[in-house]
């Protein structure tokens, strides 16, 4: 596999989530097996895609929990928040976060210092940090 192209990777993922799609039509107990297998060939695919910014580049790039974390808030009302930020365009791309690789559930990782700033600019939460 260390051998694929992004865009082989990716194709062998669409591949892999049509084949998925179509086998989540038919009875769950006769198909969870099969539905399992191709989640694990699907996590497989995407771990040999890119999965992080340059190596100099790493230090300001963190995860959504480790973000929660230091803003004081719960991941899943603070990462509805970002992703409706994020889906606004309100954030930007590889200034406030960062898709590790190019398919849609791609890892996102966080710029914690670009949202404080942006945070602080638009009020849209009290920013607080320890």
Known sequence: ?????????????????DKHDLVMRGDWEAVKNEISQLHLLMYKILEFKPQTPKESETKQWVTLIEVCKYFKKHPVSF??????????????????????????????????EELTKFFALNHILEVNPT
Do not use: P
């Open 1 to 17: 596999m260390k051998n694929f192209t992004n865009e082989e990777l990716d194709l062998l993922y669409d591949l892999a989530r």
């Open 79 to 112: 990462g509805k928040i970002l992703k409706q930020l994020r889906d606004s365009d309100q954030l930007l791309y590889k200034v406030h976060y960062f898709r590790t690789g190019k398919h849609k559930c791609s890892k996102i990782l966080w710029n914690i």
